[in-house]
Nanobody, 115 residues
């Protein structure tokens, strides 16, 4: 059974930084894509950043140049370093792992950016 546990959310002022981490367990993740999605109130969940098993990355246009995704295959973790945070980054952030076409999700962690 796949389990994803996120940590690192919180309240920060605009221009500040936060680092989100996700610890995965229950499967072998070295060949899985891992990523972060977010969902703001009244909006659909959207991809923020994704990293493939080989290290290839995708970033949403809204976060390019400000967020950096990384993974440690030896520890089954994926992290999201967020800089220059904006109020529009406020959302619940979810860790995601895709294995064999199946999506697995963490419970979500709240990020709130005050202006």
């Amino acid at each position: 059974q796949v389990q994803l546990v996120e940590s690192g959310g919180g309240l920060v002022q605009a221009g500040g930084s936060l680092r989100l981490s996700c610890a995965a367990s229950g499967r072998t993740f070295s060949r899985a894509a891992m990523g972060w999605f977010r969902q703001a109130p009244g909006k659909e969940r959207q991809a923020v950043a994704v990293i493939s098993w080989s290290g290839g990355t995708y970033y949403a246009d809204a976060v390019k140049g400000r967020f950096t995704i990384s993974r440690d295959n030896t520890k089954n973790t994926v992290s999201l370093q967020m800089y220059s945070l904006k109020p529009e980054d406020t959302a619940v952030y979810y860790c995601n792992v895709q294995i064999g076409g199946t999506d697995y999700w963490g419970q979500g962690t709240q990020v709130t950016v005050s202006s």
